[in-house]
Nanobody, 125 residues
Framework: QVHLVESGGGSVQAGGSLRLSCAAS????????LAWFRQVPGKEREAVAG????????YYAYSVKGRFTISQDKAKNTVYLQMSGLKPEDTAIYYC??????????????????WGQGIQVTVSS
């Protein structure tokens, strides 16, 4: 079992920055991928960024590429999402996600084994 706890959300004006953190605990040795997803009411949960634990490879949704950076601190079992150049359309609940296998399709929410509780990010214009 893996437990994920997000922190760092909040409200910011357009153009500002926020850093989300996700601390993993439990059987963290099983984690193959850590990722961030987001969701707004009435829409499907969408992938934002992913990082494979063993290779270190990172992937981003087109909408955030160049503005967001995902990184890992393996010693702390923590994954971060540095968000810069925030836009009102980035407003959503952000979820940390962990997958135990290393397969492709990092962006597939159906392949996620563990979810955090979610944290609100609000960007005002």
């Amino acid at each position: 079992q893996v437990h994920l706890v997000e922190s760092g959300g909040g409200s910011v004006q357009a153009g500002g920055s926020l850093r989300l953190s996700c601390a993993a605990s439990g059987d963290t040795g099983r984690i193959g991928l850590l990722a961030w997803f987001r969701q707004v009411p009435g829409k499907e949960r969408e992938a934002v960024a992913g990082a494979y634990s063993r290779s270190g490879n990172t992937y981003y949704a087109y909408s955030v590429k160049g503005r967001f950076t995902i990184s890992q601190d393996k010693a702390k079992n923590t994954v971060y999402l540095q968000m810069s150049g925030l836009k009102p359309e980035d407003t959503a609940i952000y979820y940390c996600a962990a997958r135990t296998e290393n397969g492709v399709r990092w962006y597939d929410p159906r392949a996620v084994n563990y979810w955090g509780q979610g944290i609100q990010v609000t960007v005002s214009s």
